[in-house]
């Protein structure tokens, strides 16, 4: 695989493994978490967490 950096999903961190010959390789990192899900408890309603839907990953909240 190969991508322009600009082409990169920005949801994710991306680690340049790029050559001389070959600088636009790329490996993907970290994922950002830039639109959270909030989660609510039943049957009270309190925000009890947010989801990441790009991860899965459970968030606290801020
Ligand atoms: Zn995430």
Redesign the pocket.
């Known amino acids: 695989m190969s991508y322009a950096e600009e082409n990169l999903d920005p ?2 961190e991306w680690i340049s493994v790029g050559t001389v010959d070959e600088p636009d390789q790329w490996v993907k990192g ?5 639109e ?1 899900t909030p989660v609510y408890a039943h049957p009270n309603g309190d925000h009890v967490a947010n989801l ?6 459970q ?1 606290p909240v801020d």
Do not use: A, M, N
């Open positions: 949801r994710w970290h994922c950002r978490h830039l959270p990441c839907p790009d991860c899965d990953k968030l």
